[in-house]
C-alpha cells in the first residue's frame, strides 16, 4: 500500500456536496490571509469577515476558490488593512472542500 500525508493535513473541517459552513471565534486579522484547503473539480470554499455579531462586512467577500493549496492567498475588494485590529469573524462556506487551515500575519 502506498500512503501520502499532506501538510497540514491531519485535521480538515469537511463540507459535503451540499455545502456546510462554520464561523470562527471573534479574532484579529492581520493584513493577508491564507488557506490551506481542497475542493472537488466542482466544489469551492467561500471565505466571508463578519464583525463579532456575525454580520458580514461590505467588501470582505473572497468569492469562490478553488484547488488544492497549502497556501493560498485569499483576495478580497477592500485591503485587510482597513480592519486591522479590529475584532472579526471568518465565515467559511464550504462545497464538496477540505479546510485544513489559516493563517494571517501577526498583528500587536
Not at 456546510?20 to 484547503?37: H, R, V
Not at 471565505?47 to 497556501?71: A, P
Not at 485569499?74 to 480592519?83: M, T, Y
Not at 469573524?89 to 479546510?99: G, I, N, P, Q, S
Request: proline share 2%; net charge negative.
Amino acid at each position: 500500500m502506498r500512503y501520502a500525508i499532506r501538510l497540514d493535513g491531519f485535521f480538515s473541517w469537511r463540507g459535503d456536496c451540499k455545502g456546510s459552513s462554520l464561523m470562527t471565534k471573534p479574532m484579529k486579522l492581520g493584513k493577508e490571509l491564507y488557506l490551506s484547503f481542497k475542493t472537488s473539480a466542482l466544489g469551492g470554499v467561500r471565505i466571508i469577515v463578519c464583525d463579532e455579531s456575525e454580520d458580514e462586512i461590505d467588501g470582505y467577500d473572497s468569492g469562490v476558490l478553488f484547488g488544492n493549496s497549502t497556501n493560498r492567498h485569499v483576495d478580497f475588494e477592500k485591503p485587510l488593512s482597513l480592519i486591522v485590529g479590529k475584532a472579526v469573524r471568518l465565515k467559511m462556506e464550504l462545497m464538496d472542500a477540505d479546510m485544513f487551515s489559516f493563517c494571517s500575519d501577526i498583528t500587536d
